[in-house]
């Protein structure tokens, strides 16, 4: 991937601030289960299998969800909220799970997480055809924070990838979520 595809594919998108009112939830059954935690670091959200969750844990530090949102005690109101990131490919099946999500979340079902945002995963290396980059931007609209992340070539041969060796580009997305969340002292 050259640096002007990367740099094309990687932005950072802006949405909601937080849940609205009026917004219906999702019907019984149709969005993702819960677990209860007072886990203060980051917590990755797969919203559909193959998303990326464990890769995110395993780049960025966080624990993976397996696609159920992590919740707090009402019982305890010293505990912070659980930081939460959705992820999810970037192909029609990743977009319309993490609308779904975004939905849930908006309607105010989840109110002991803050939720930062939605990172999109490319599911292929080369240009992204028009119908998913549109999809993506509405997408993006129903949640605070979205950043697209580009085909990494060795990162699927290798399953790590170094972060010195990534082109400029991709670095800033690491960057900016280091101001979005702060992780907790070990």
């Known amino acids: 991937m050259t640096e002007t595809e990367i740099r094309d594919a990687v932005e950072v998108l802006r ?16 969005g993702m289960a819960r677990f209860l935690t007072d886990n203060p670091e980051v917590f990755w ?10 890769t995110m844990a395993d780049l960025l530090g966080g624990v993976p969800c397996h696609h ?43 109110p002991t997480i803050t939720l930062r945002g939605l990172v999109v995963i ?6 992204l055809p028009r119908v998913l980059h549109n999809l993506t931007r509405i997408t993006a609209g129903g949640v605070p924070q979205t950043w697209t992340l580009p085909w990494i070539e060795e990162l699927r041969l290798q399953g790590t990838v170094d972060p010195e060796s990534l082109a400029r580009e991709p670095r800033k997305v690491p960057r900016n979520w280091a101001l979005v969340w702060r992780p907790a002292p070990k």
């Open 122 to 127: 490319a599911d292929a290396p080369g240009k």
């Open 15 to 30: 949405g909601v601030a937080g849940p609205q009112q009026g917004l219906l939830g999702l019907a019984a059954g149709e």
């Open 68 to 110: 159920r949102w992590p919740s707090r005690s009402d019982a305890d109101p010293t505990v912070p909220p659980a930081d939460v990131f959705l992820v999810a490919r970037q192909n029609h099946r990743g977009l319309k799970a993490a609308q779904l999500a975004a939905r849930d979340w908006a309607a105010g079902s989840h």
């Open 45 to 54: 959200l797969g919203v559909h299998g193959g998303s990326g969750e464990n």
